[in-house]
């Protein structure tokens, strides 16, 4: 059984940063892309960025880019995302997800399992 962990979410002034990282266990990790997305009370879940298996191709949202960089290290099976001059519209869960085809998608349908979310929440 796979299970994510999410942690680094909290509370944050505008323009501040944080550091979001999610470890799997129970997992051969190097054999999935890995995707961060989020969701805010009353919308639907949306992509935020993602990272082919071996890291060499990202993906990100138009409103997170160049503010938000994913990374991550197969030696600790974990996946990070740095999340730089946040704005109170990036408040949400923040959910890591692995996605079995490796082509880092957009689309949450194609990501196989999940973990329960992090909070972040920026006020303004």
């Known amino acids: 059984q796979v299970e994510l962990v999410e942690s680094g979410g909290g509370l944050v002034q505008a323009g501040g940063s944080l550091r979001l990282s999610c470890v799997a266990r129970?997992?051969?990790?190097?054999?999935?892309?890995m995707g961060w997305f989020r969701q805010a009370p009353g919308k639907e879940r949306e992509f935020v960025a993602s990272i082919e298996k071996n890291g060499d191709s990202t993906r990100y949202a138009d409103s997170v880019k160049d503010r938000f960089t994913i990374s991550r290290d197969n030696a600790k099976n974990t996946v990070l995302l740095q999340m730089n001059s946040l704005k109170p519209e990036d408040s949400a869960v923040y959910s890591c997800a692995g996605e079995f085809k490796g082509s880092g998608s957009r689309r949450p349908i194609d990501y196989a399992f999940w973990g329960q979310g992090t909070q972040v929440t920026v006020s303004s």
């Open positions: 129970g997992a051969t990790f190097i054999r999935y892309a």
